[in-house]
């Protein structure tokens, strides 16, 4: 008669499979070794280079979200930087809303840009990871 630990040892390494038969369970390297032949690697830079592009991602979010902010205020410091002629001033009926629209379209450009930092980011993070699989797969 099987005992608990006879019937435990044996849905260890066997299943039901779709017909309801039972099979044998694959251990995990054997995965990894037949999803490894099959698919290509995703991988396309180095460690270094990947942890180069996460610090510059961060402090590009960082910087650029910081930025749209006070462009969104309409922050006097940054006056210079905000793209207007002297027509913009002279045609305008209510001269500070046109530039308050270019600090606003400004302030979008730096958000848009900081969320291109973060799919920067997203992406390097994704290859230190597999990097970091990649020390430990033995080939």
Not at 63 to 88: H, K, R
Request: positive net charge; contains cysteine.
């Amino acid at each position: 008669m099987a005992t608990r630990q006879d019937v435990a040892n044996t849905a260890r390494f066997y299943h039901f499979n779709a017909i309801g038969s039972f099979q044998r369970k694959r251990r995990s390297s054997e995965y990894f070794r037949l999803v490894n032949a099959e698919m290509p690697s995703l991988l396309f830079c180095g460690p270094k280079m990947a942890a180069c592009g996460m610090v510059i991602s961060i402090w590009g979010v960082i910087m650029l979200a910081m930025l749209g902010i006070f462009f969104s205020a309409n922050s006097a410091v940054l006056i210079e930087d905000v793209p207007f002629t002297e027509e913009d001033i002279r045609e305008d009926k209510q001269p500070p809303q046109r530039i308050y629209a270019l600090y606003r379209q400004v302030g979008i450009n730096c958000f848009i840009a900081a969320a291109i930092y973060l799919a920067v980011g997203a992406i390097s993070l994704c290859q230190v990871r597999l990097n970091k699989r990649q020390e430990y797969m033995v080939t």
